[in-house]
């Protein structure tokens, strides 16, 4: 009995590090993960991206019964309504970016769906089990800069977050002057949209919806935005502020 317990105990610990290969060498090459591509390399559609951790790898900021619902059914929603109305908008071989740069040509269905898709992967990369980081380097310099101080950076990033009326998300962009602006959009729109005023290259996103934090936080947006910041991958903002100051 022991025996068998222990053979499946390695089986499933084998089966979970092979999800995590899979994972990382989808993150190596971010864009990948949103698409499938033909045997001559060109995209033939959209793929669901993994998740980069355990459901309960978030908490306690975030739950896992909140991780696994916005995941699994939100998220997942976008991703399979994407690849309706993709189909029927002959846009299966367009990046997300492309479609972004004139989604205001597209059916209403484009525009959540694609956003939806999107926005949320970045939401889920640019979070990590806490560790109580602080962004560094030249990233750390630039918000120095623009905003003052990293508290003073947060407060802003905060307030955005707080203050958008409905649902929506608060965001750190790079803009075309490679100046750090901190916006926010409505529903799934983003700040790559051609629909939005201030656009930019995201780096740092937070979902305002009330799926993302209802379960734990009922009608408190403001503790679950405080919460966020023992979670955010500055890692990850910081690696695409540099591929965003690189463009
Ligand atoms: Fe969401």
């Known amino acids: 009995m022991k025996k068998s317990i222990a053979i499946f105990g390695f089986a499933a610990l084998m089966f979970s590090a092979a999800i995590q290969v899979s994972y990382a060498q989808k993150a190596g090459t971010k864009t990948q993960a949103f698409y499938t591509y033909g045997a001559d390399g060109k995209r033939t559609g959209f793929a669901f991206p993994a998740l980069p951790y355990a459901y309960n790898a978030l908490q306690p900021a975030i739950d896992s019964l909140t991780v696994s619902i916005h995941y699994d059914k939100h998220h997942r929603g976008y991703f399979t309504k994407l690849v309706v109305a993709a189909k029927e908008n002959n846009l299966e071989g367009k990046s997300l970016e492309e479609i972004f740069a004139s989604v205001s040509k597209y059916p209403e269905a484009v525009r959540n769906n694609a956003g939806g898709l999107y926005n949320h992967t970045l939401y889920w990369e640019n979070m990590a089990p806490p560790k109580g980081s602080k962004p560094s380097g030249k990233l750390a310099e630039a918000i120095n800069k623009r905003f003052g101080s990293y508290d003073k950076f947060r407060e802003q990033f905060g307030n955005a977050a707080k203050t958008k009326f409905g649902s929506g998300w608060a965001w750190l962009i790079l803009d075309k002057n490679k100046e750090l602006q901190v916006t926010s959009t409505s529903n799934q729109d983003n700040p790559l949209m051609d629909v939005v005023d201030q656009k930019g290259a995201p780096l740092l996103a937070l979902d305002v919806w009330e ?37």
């Open 211 to 247: 799926h993302a934090y209802y379960l734990k936080y009922q009608n408190k947006r403001a503790d679950y935005v405080e919460a966020f910041w023992t979670i955010v991958n500055w890692d990850e903002v910081a690696r695409r502020y540099a591929e965003a100051l690189g463009k």
